[in-house]
C-alpha cells in the first residue's frame, strides 16, 4: 500500500535517469489466432515449440490444419507481422472459425537498458496488479542458434472469446511496452518498487513521463515532445480512478469479443481508452500531479474499494481540500 510522503523525501529518492526516454522500437505485433478444443487443450510449451517461429519465418498459413503430436488445431490467422491490432477485431468477426486461443510473441530488443531482471520484473508486476489477466500464460524463451540468439516472450492466451475485449488489450498493451517502449519497462518500475507509488498512479504517470504518442496505449496519457519528466506534470485524476475501477469491476457476461458493443474498433483503432473513462461520472474533475498522489488524502482515495461510496466520498474531500490549497505536499 502507499505511503504518504513528504515532498523531501520524493525528490530525494526520484531518479529523472530512469525516466528518460531512450528509445521508440519499431512498431509491430506478431500472433496467430487458432481454433482448439482438445480436451485437455495443446500444452503451451508444445504450442510454442510448434507454432512460434523467428519471426517473420516459419509462418503457418491461416485455415491449416496442425497436427501436434496425437491432436489437431487448426489456425485462423497467418502468423504474420502486423503495424498493431488494428485489425485483430475485425479478423475474428469475419473468420467462419471463431478461435478460442491465440499466440503473441514480443521480441525483446537488444540494448536499451533493458535488462532480463528488468523484463521479468515487468510481466510479474502486470500479473501482480492485474494488467494482464489470468488467462494469460506469459514464457520468456531464449533459442540459441550458431550465429545469434532468438530472445523473446511467447504469450499464450486461453479462453479468448470469453474474455473483455477491453481488458484484453489492456494486457497485450502492457506487455508490447517491452517491445515498442523499453524505456517505460524502466520507467514504470523505478515508480512502483523504487518510489513506492501506487500501481495505477505509476502507470498513468509513467505513460506521461516516457510514452511518445497515444496510438498504442491503452489510455490517451502520453509525453509531449521534447518535454524532460517532472514531478510538477499533471494529469486528470479521471485517468487514475477510471483505471482503477475498470480493472476491477466485475466482471460482465455481455463485455466479451462476441459483443460488438463490448470495445472501441473504428478506423482501425482498438483502444481501451473509452471504457476506462466510462467508469467516471463525473468528468469535471482535477489534474492532479504525482506531488498530490502521495498525500494522506490522497491516500485515502486508493485505500478504498474500487468504484464504491467510500470512494467517491474520498475523491470529493480530495478534491475539496485542493481547491482550498489544503491538499499540498507535506513538507518536513
Given at each position: 500500500?502507499?505511503?504518504?510522503?513528504?515532498?523531501?523525501?520524493?525528490?530525494?529518492?526520484?531518479?529523472?535517469?530512469?525516466?528518460?526516454?531512450?528509445?521508440?522500437?519499431?512498431?509491430?505485433?506478431?500472433?496467430?489466432?487458432?481454433?482448439?478444443?482438445?480436451?485437455?487443450?495443446?500444452?503451451?510449451?508444445?504450442?510454442?515449440?510448434?507454432?512460434?517461429?523467428?519471426?517473420?519465418?516459419?509462418?503457418?498459413d491461416k485455415n491449416t490444419k496442425v497436427k501436434i503430436g496425437s491432436k489437431e488445431i487448426t489456425t485462423v490467422t497467418n502468423g504474420n507481422r502486423q503495424i498493431c491490432f488494428g485489425d485483430f477485431l475485425k479478423e475474428i468477426q469475419n473468420s467462419k472459425v471463431k478461435p478460442n486461443r491465440m499466440w503473441y510473441r514480443i521480441d525483446i530488443?537488444?540494448?536499451?537498458?533493458?535488462?532480463?531482471?528488468?523484463?521479468?520484473?515487468?510481466?510479474?508486476?502486470?500479473?501482480?496488479?492485474?494488467?494482464?489477466?489470468?488467462?494469460?500464460?506469459?514464457?520468456?524463451?531464449?533459442?540459441?542458434?550458431?550465429?545469434?540468439?532468438?530472445?523473446?516472450?511467447?504469450?499464450?492466451?486461453?479462453?479468448?472469446?470469453?474474455?473483455?475485449?477491453?481488458?484484453?488489450?489492456?494486457?497485450?498493451?502492457?506487455?508490447?511496452?517491452?517491445?515498442?517502449?523499453?524505456?517505460?519497462?524502466?520507467?514504470?518500475?523505478?515508480?512502483?518498487?523504487?518510489?513506492?507509488?501506487?500501481?495505477?498512479?505509476?502507470?498513468?504517470?509513467?505513460?506521461?513521463?516516457?510514452?511518445?504518442?497515444?496510438?498504442?496505449?491503452?489510455?490517451?496519457?502520453?509525453?509531449?515532445?521534447?518535454?524532460?519528466?517532472?514531478?510538477?506534470?499533471?494529469?486528470?485524476?479521471?485517468?487514475?480512478?477510471?483505471?482503477?475501477?475498470?480493472?476491477?469491476?466485475?466482471?460482465?457476461?455481455?463485455?466479451?469479443?462476441?459483443?460488438?458493443?463490448?470495445?472501441?474498433?473504428?478506423?482501425h483503432i482498438f483502444k481501451c481508452s473509452p471504457k476506462i473513462l466510462s467508469t467516471i461520472t463525473n468528468r469535471d474533475v482535477k489534474e492532479v500531479s504525482v506531488y498530490d498522489t502521495i498525500t494522506s488524502e490522497f491516500i485515502k482515495i486508493l485505500e478504498c474499494e474500487p468504484g464504491s461510496k467510500e470512494e467517491d466520498k474520498a475523491i470529493?474531500?480530495?478534491?475539496?481540500?485542493?481547491?482550498?490549497?489544503?491538499?499540498?505536499?507535506?513538507?518536513?
Amino acid at each position: 500500500m502507499t505511503k504518504a510522503l513528504t515532498k523531501e523525501e520524493l525528490e530525494k529518492i526520484i531518479q529523472y535517469k530512469k525516466l528518460q526516454t531512450v528509445g521508440h522500437i519499431t512498431d509491430e505485433v506478431y500472433y496467430q489466432l487458432f481454433e482448439d478444443h482438445n480436451k485437455p487443450p495443446i500444452d503451451t510449451n508444445d504450442i510454442i515449440s510448434n507454432l512460434i517461429g523467428e519471426t517473420h519465418k516459419d509462418v503457418v498459413d491461416k485455415n491449416t490444419k496442425v497436427k501436434i503430436g496425437s491432436k489437431e488445431i487448426t489456425t485462423v490467422t497467418n502468423g504474420n507481422r502486423q503495424i498493431c491490432f488494428g485489425d485483430f477485431l475485425k479478423e475474428i468477426q469475419n473468420s467462419k472459425v471463431k478461435p478460442n486461443r491465440m499466440w503473441y510473441r514480443i521480441d525483446i530488443p537488444g540494448g536499451y537498458g533493458l535488462t532480463d531482471k528488468l523484463v521479468s520484473r515487468w510481466i510479474k508486476l502486470g500479473k501482480i496488479h492485474k494488467f494482464v489477466p489470468d488467462s494469460f500464460e506469459v514464457v520468456k524463451i531464449k533459442r540459441e542458434y550458431p550465429d545469434k540468439t532468438d530472445d523473446f516472450i511467447a504469450v499464450i492466451i486461453n479462453n479468448l472469446l470469453e474474455l473483455d475485449a477491453n481488458k484484453f488489450y489492456l494486457g497485450v498493451a502492457f506487455l508490447r511496452y517491452i517491445r515498442e517502449s523499453p524505456s517505460s519497462v524502466i520507467g514504470g518500475i523505478h515508480l512502483m518498487d523504487d518510489i513506492g507509488l501506487d500501481p495505477y498512479v505509476a502507470f498513468v504517470f509513467n505513460n506521461a513521463f516516457t510514452v511518445h504518442g497515444e496510438g498504442h496505449s491503452p489510455i490517451n496519457v502520453s509525453k509531449m515532445y521534447g518535454r524532460e519528466p517532472s514531478l510538477n506534470k499533471t494529469v486528470n485524476l479521471s485517468w487514475i480512478i477510471g483505471l482503477r475501477r475498470f480493472i476491477f469491476e466485475a466482471p460482465n457476461d455481455k463485455n466479451t469479443f462476441t459483443d460488438i458493443g463490448s470495445f472501441s474498433c473504428s478506423n482501425h483503432i482498438f483502444k481501451c481508452s473509452p471504457k476506462i473513462l466510462s467508469t467516471i461520472t463525473n468528468r469535471d474533475v482535477k489534474e492532479v500531479s504525482v506531488y498530490d498522489t502521495i498525500t494522506s488524502e490522497f491516500i485515502k482515495i486508493l485505500e478504498c474499494e474500487p468504484g464504491s461510496k467510500e470512494e467517491d466520498k474520498a475523491i470529493k474531500a480530495f478534491i475539496n481540500k485542493k481547491e482550498k490549497g489544503l491538499s499540498k505536499c507535506r513538507t518536513k
